[in-house]
C-alpha cells in the first residue's frame, strides 16, 4: 500500500514540477517568446477564445512576435484582447498582421524579474512541503508497522530533497537566463 502512496507522491511532486515550469516561461528575458501569449482570450463572435487557435504566431526576429490571425475581420479583436490581457506590452496593427515589439530589459528589470522567478520557485517548494505533508499523513492513516512506516517516510523525504534540487537548479538556470545580456 505504501508503494501506491509513494508513487502517486512523485507524480504529484511531477505535476508540480511541469507546472513550476510553466509559470517561469511566462518571465520574460527580453526575448520573443509565443509563450507569453498564453492565456489571452479573444472575445470571437461572441465566445471567449484563445488566442492561440485563432493566429499563427512567429519569431522573425530576437526581439518581435508576428501574430497572423487566420480571420482578418477579428485583427481589431484580437488586439484588444492582447492589450486588454495586460502583459506588459503594446500590440500594432497594420491591417494584417499584429506586431509584438519586445524592448531591451534594464538591468533593474532584469533584478526584478529574478526576484519574481524565486518567488515563483519558492511556490513550487511550498507545493512540494504540502504533498509530502499529504502523503505522511496518508502512511500515518494506513496504521502499518512502524519499521515500514519509517521506510515509507524516509523514502518520501528522499523524494522532496531529489524534486527540491530540481527545483534550485532550475531557477539557476532561469537566474543565468534572465542576467545574461
Do not use: W
Request: charged share 35%; hydrophobic share 35%.
Amino acid at each position: 500500500m505504501e508503494e501506491e502512496i509513494i508513487k502517486e507522491f512523485e507524480n504529484d511532486l511531477k505535476a508540480s514540477i511541469e507546472s513550476l515550469e510553466g509559470r517561469l516561461k511566462k518571465i520574460n528575458a527580453g526575448r520573443a517568446n509565443p509563450s507569453i501569449l498564453d492565456g489571452v482570450m479573444v472575445n470571437y463572435y461572441g465566445t471567449p477564445t484563445p488566442l492561440k487557435s485563432l493566429v499563427t504566431i512567429s519569431v522573425p526576429e530576437a526581439r518581435l512576435l508576428l501574430i497572423k490571425p487566420f480571420d482578418k475581420s477579428s485583427l481589431a479583436s484580437i488586439e484588444k484582447a492582447i492589450f486588454e490581457a495586460d502583459i506588459g506590452y503594446t500590440p500594432t496593427n497594420d491591417g494584417e498582421y499584429i506586431r509584438i515589439s519586445i524592448p531591451p530589459l534594464t538591468e533593474d528589470r532584469r533584478k526584478e524579474l529574478v526576484k519574481q522567478a524565486k518567488a515563483t520557485c519558492e511556490e513550487g517548494k511550498v507545493a512540494v512541503r504540502n504533498h509530502r505533508r499529504d502523503a505522511m499523513e496518508m502512511i500515518k492513516n494506513e496504521k502499518l508497522p512502524e519499521d515500514i512506516t519509517n521506510k515509507a517516510e524516509d523514502r518520501i523525504q528522499t523524494l522532496v530533497d531529489k524534486y527540491n534540487k530540481i527545483i534550485d537548479e532550475i531557477l539557476e538556470e532561469k537566474t543565468k537566463d534572465l542576467m545574461s545580456v
